[in-house]
């Protein structure tokens, strides 16, 4: 049988014989009173696991007498292309440079993040903090009925949704020009609140994080926010999120603490270091890629396991290959050894600000990264440290 309301068609999936309607009818509107709405008094099953749910507990009423019918599940409709006409680049306005940058830019930030990575660092948390939260996923974390449509983030938070006892979480679709998860050319928003999980298409709504309907849901909703933002993007990603001042708990390119525009924010201690690297992304083809991510947060971190790969020594001690002074008589010390004994500033790699250094009484002293010159030729990046 199939209805038809104002904005949809809507078809009865399951149909039953039960013993009395009326009672069975009552213990539904109780079961899931949470589900009614206020003022039409329907009972909305937003997903198909909520509406199995359902199926399920009609199924297992003492009321229950046989089932009647259940809609197939209809084969989608293939549409077959036959003629497409390409607009050329200067109907578009565009040159083939611009075409080329483009691609390059999405090579580099369409990635998916697999669920054990997100999953091998979100449980080394706190339990405590995600109770009563809203978590914002805001960098294309699709919901789909299909897992493989649903970005990992989203995944793990709705599997887990009980478990951390969240409030609300909230993911976004990004109608970007590389449709990673399959989600059609339209922004949304997809909330899950309780048992209530819903998607919203708002008009002209793109799904970027600097959208301003994004920006509303960051400032007056969120708590948390977790994702995997676009590395293209992740200089404005970092200050939109950094001056929302909510908690944040993000992956970003392994090598930003010695990268101009992020030093301060290591500097000024407002981000640190999570618990991972992330050292393999999945491309389009869901293939394994490397990665050169690492977490970072400013959630605190509990007696962080890597301290136990910093070396820090009297500088005699420090082995001569893994120190040497610049032509600007700076010293740069390598692999992880920290002098204890030197007042200068001196200069390390991205990897001990990883390893927790700035906790153990070491301090940045630049904003800008250090580039060092040894008989003239051009070092590796680094920032300056000093002992505090
Ligand atoms: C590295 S991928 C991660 C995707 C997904 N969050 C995950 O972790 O699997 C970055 C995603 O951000 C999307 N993106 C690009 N620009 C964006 C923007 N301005 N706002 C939100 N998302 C954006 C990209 O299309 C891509 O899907």
């Known amino acids: 049988m199939t209805g038809k309301s104002k904005e949809t068609i809507y078809q009865y999936l399951f149909t039953c014989e039960v013993k009395n309607m009326t009672t069975v009818e009552n213990d539904i509107k109780e079961k899931y009173s949470n589900l009614r709405e206020e003022k039409s008094k329907e009972i909305y099953f937003y997903n198909s696991a909520l509406f199995k749910h359902y199926v399920t507990f009609i199924q297992t009423h003492t009321l229950f007498i046989k089932e009647i019918f259940i809609k197939p599940v209809e084969k989608k409709e293939t549409i077959k292309i036959i003629k497409k006409t390409t607009p050329s680049l200067e109907d578009r306005g565009i040159t083939k440079k611009d075409v080329l940058q483009k691609a390059k830019k999405v090579d580099n930030d369409e990635f998916y993040t697999r669920y054990e990575d997100i999953e091998k660092e979100l449980l080394l948390y706190d339990k405590k903090i995600w109770k009563n939260k809203v978590v914002f996923c805001n960098c294309d974390d699709a919901v789909d009925d299909d897992e493989k449509d649903t970005s990992a983030f989203a995944l793990y938070f709705m599997r887990n949704f009980k478990e951390l006892e969240l409030k609300k979480l909230i993911c976004t679709h990004y109608s970007g020009p590389v449709d990673l998860f399959n989600q059609g050319a339209k922004g949304y928003v997809f909330t899950k609140d309780g048992f209530r999980e819903f998607k919203e298409f708002p008009k002209e709504y793109t799904g970027s994080f600097d959208h301003p309907l994004s920006l509303k849901i960051l400032a007056e909703e969120t708590d948390i ?164």
């Open 225 to 388: 926010v977790c994702t995997n933002p676009p590395f293209s993007r992740a200089i404005d990603y970092w200050e939109t999120v950094i001056k929302s001042g909510k908690k944040f708990l993000i992956i970003s390119n392994i090598s930003n603490a010695i990268n101009t525009a992020f030093i301060p924010y290591f500097k000024n201690n407002t981000v640190w270091a999570g618990y991972n690297r992330v050292d393999y992304f999945l491309n389009p083809k869901k293939q394994l890629v490397d990665a050169s991510g690492h977490w970072y947060t400013n959630i605190p971190i509990k007696d962080r396991p890597k301290y136990k790969n910093l070396k820090i020594l009297p500088l005699k001690e420090i082995p001569e290959k893994y120190k040497k002074y610049d032509d600007s008589k700076t010293l740069l010390v390598d692999n992880c050894f920290i002098p204890s004994d030197y007042k200068k500033p001196f200069a390390v790699s991205a990897r001990p600000v990883l390893n927790g250094v700035l906790e153990k009484g070491y301090k940045i002293i630049q904003d800008k990264r250090y580039t060092p010159y040894i008989n003239g030729k051009e070092g590796f990046a680094r920032v300056l440290l000093q002992k505090i």
